[in-house]
């Protein structure tokens, strides 16, 4: 009578199958959130695993001892990409900037301005805040003084320029004299020594005097305010100028898609990039041993320590001259 109950109810039989039942179900919403995830984010997994790889990479192909030019075929991948990026820059910045100053409304552009710049100088602020909190935490380069930069590769950066220049070439850089140099040229100030004359007591007088160079490398300031003043233009121009902004959207829309599609060559291309770097370094331990040792000699806890050690060295010494006197 009880199983017949059971059967005619059935209450029991689904209270018993609803724990089943709501744990697959559990189960199938995770795989769906999960395979969500990694489709969200597969483009940033292939290129953390790309970098993971790479470091890999390059330590076991140290060991093969390649030449010059087996270096060179083995960096191709990621020279690839860098040429890539570099290629898809000038026309992304360019017709994007064209593009949103176009679109915007002449009204509103002094509104907008003040707050994009306000909004740009704030942002700065923060990141300029973060970054020399971090540079007091971390203290990159601590250790450089202890390596051998020829034995790394590295080339040595000269510090002599006076403030006063950075500040005339940002100027000059805002304003190309070529427009087209500007994409792979930017201006920079040199210097250079000239006799100026004989001292009084028979010395001669040598002056420092600026000249102005080109330096390899795109003048994107000089491209983006360029970009903006000529969008802001043809929205002056009314219904003539909607031909040319039209274009310059299309333009925006095509680069974007150029754009997705180099990103999925990155992993790969950073794969290679990050394992010939670390090829072409003739020692690594060397970078990263300096670097933990001055860590450890420049950490507050072991300056205390010193500190600590050395005050008791001194006090020791005064006990033993005592004693001896």
Same mark, same amino acid.
């Given at each position: 009578?009880?199983?017949?109950?059971?059967?005619?109810?059935?209450?029991?039989?689904?209270?018993?199958?609803?724990?089943?039942?709501?744990?697959?179900?559990?189960?199938?919403?995770?795989?769906?959130?999960?395979?969500?995830?990694?489709?969200?984010?597969?483009?940033?997994?292939?290129?953390?695993?790309?970098?993971?790889?790479?470091?890999?990479?390059?330590?076991?192909?140290?060991?093969?001892?390649?030449?010059?030019?087996?270096?060179?075929?083995?960096?191709?991948?990621?020279?690839?990409?860098?040429?890539?990026?570099?290629?898809?820059?000038?026309?992304?910045?360019?017709?994007?900037?064209?593009?949103?100053?176009?679109?915007?409304?002449?009204?509103?552009?002094?509104?907008?301005?003040?707050?994009?710049?306000?909004?740009?100088?704030?942002?700065?602020?923060?990141?300029?805040?973060?970054?020399?909190?971090?540079?007091?935490?971390?203290?990159?380069?601590?250790?450089?003084?202890?390596?051998?930069?020829?034995?790394?590769?590295?080339?040595?950066?000269?510090?002599?320029? =006076?403030?006063?220049?950075?500040?005339?070439?940002?100027?000059?850089?805002?304003? *190309?004299?070529?427009?087209?140099?500007?994409?792979?040229?930017?201006?920079?100030?040199?210097?250079?020594?000239?006799?100026?004359?004989?001292?009084?007591?028979?010395?001669?007088?040598?002056?420092?005097? *600026?000249?102005?160079?080109?330096?390899?490398?795109?003048?994107?300031?000089?491209?983006?305010?360029?970009?903006?003043?000529?969008?802001?233009?043809?929205?002056?121009?009314?219904?003539?100028?909607? =031909?040319?902004?039209?274009?310059?959207?299309?333009?925006? =829309?095509?680069?974007?898609?150029?754009?997705?599609?180099?990103?999925?060559?990155?992993?790969?291309?950073?794969?290679?990039?990050?394992?010939?770097?670390?090829?072409?370094?003739?020692?690594?331990?060397?970078?990263?041993?300096?670097?933990?040792?001055?860590?450890? =000699?420049?950490? *507050?806890?072991?300056?205390?320590?010193?500190?600590?050690?050395?005050?008791?060295?001194?006090?020791?010494?005064?006990?033993?001259?005592?004693?001896?006197?």
């Amino acid at each position: 009578m009880e199983e017949k109950k059971s059967e005619i109810n059935g209450h029991a039989g689904h209270k018993s199958r609803l724990p089943a039942v709501s744990i697959k179900s559990e189960n199938n919403s995770f795989k769906d959130r999960l395979m969500v995830f990694f489709k969200r984010n597969l483009l940033v997994i292939l290129t953390v695993s790309g970098v993971l790889v790479g470091v890999g990479l390059g330590m076991m192909v140290r060991n093969m001892n390649l030449t010059r030019a087996q270096m060179t075929y083995f960096a191709f991948p990621g020279e690839m990409l860098l040429r890539m990026l570099k290629m898809i820059i000038l026309p992304l910045v360019v017709c994007s900037l064209i593009s949103g100053a176009a679109s915007l409304d002449t009204r509103s552009l002094g509104k907008l301005g003040g707050i994009a710049v306000s909004y740009f100088l704030v942002t700065t602020l923060i990141a300029s805040s973060i970054g020399v909190a971090l540079a007091f935490i971390i203290k990159p380069g601590v250790g450089a003084g202890a390596l051998n930069t020829n034995n790394l590769g590295l080339e040595g950066v000269s510090s002599n320029k =006076e403030t006063a220049d950075s500040f005339l070439d940002l100027a000059r850089n805002l304003f *190309p004299s070529n427009l087209v140099a500007a994409a792979f040229r930017s201006y920079v100030t040199d210097y250079k020594t000239i006799l100026v004359g004989n001292g009084t007591n028979g010395t001669l007088n040598y002056q420092k005097v *600026p000249y102005g160079t080109d330096a390899d490398g795109m003048n994107i300031l000089g491209l983006v305010l360029f970009a903006m003043v000529f969008g802001v233009a043809l929205r002056k121009l009314g219904a003539e100028g909607e =031909e040319l902004i039209r274009f310059f959207n299309a333009f925006n =829309e095509a680069t974007m898609v150029l754009v997705s599609w180099i990103m999925w060559y990155v992993p790969f291309g950073i794969m290679f990039l990050v394992g010939s770097k670390i090829v072409e370094m003739e020692d690594v331990v060397l970078l990263v041993v300096a670097n933990v040792k001055a860590e450890e =000699e420049t950490s *507050p806890l072991v300056t205390h320590q010193n500190h600590g050690d050395s005050s008791s060295h001194e006090t020791l010494d005064k006990d033993g001259v005592e004693s001896v006197l």
